[in-house]
């Protein structure tokens, strides 16, 4: 069984981290923090669906079936090699307060430590996550990055949840709480 993926099988291309990194920098200096981040958002979000296309190929490929029939643990193990193996890195599942899925990331390629960013910077993924991801569920998904290497952080944390949830624990966040704590208050609303 191979251990690399064939890109022009799956719908995907390979991009250098540098060039990633010029592109957000780019948009960042000329469309300004917001609009750069919507923009990159969104494209995400579109590429998204090619990359969950990818991945139930990749598994169909190694004989592993459909990913909505996965358990969870055999999920994010497997997801996690496919991301590694596409070159993003590796992805850790997990939940917080039984409210929201947590991916973390701690060699995620599109974050940068050198930007020394004062926002978090993986808007792709953030869209791509939401997207991908989403397939498993029965509701929409919104994705908020809330800890990036591009930040200092020692990881990426994304958060991943129904659209009201997110968005009650974002307004908690702008008035100042921290994330697990805007995501307790969200889930008592």
Partial sequence: MPNFIDFA??????????????????LLNEAGPSSAAAVLQEAGY????DVFASFRDWLIQRDRG????LGVNMFAALASQF??????GTVAIGSLRDAVATVDCDNWREADAASQLEQPGCHLT???????????SDTPLAALEVECRSMGHSRCRFLLGNTEIMSAAY???ERGAGYEEAVGEAVNQ
Avoid at 46 to 49: A, H, K, S
Wanted: without cysteine; charged residues 20%; proline residues 2%.
């Fill in 66 to 69: 459909e990913p909505d029939g």
């Fill in 171 to 173: 307004r908690e966040m």
């Fill in 126 to 136: 953030t869209g791509m996550f939401a997207n991908f991801f989403g397939h498993l």
């Fill in 9 to 26: 099988d799956h719908h995907l291309v390979a991009l250098s981290h540098s060039t990633l990194g010029a592109l957000r920098d780019a």
């Fill in 83 to 88: 991301f590694r193996e596409t070159g993003w």
């Fill in 46 to 49: 579109v590429g998204g669906e």
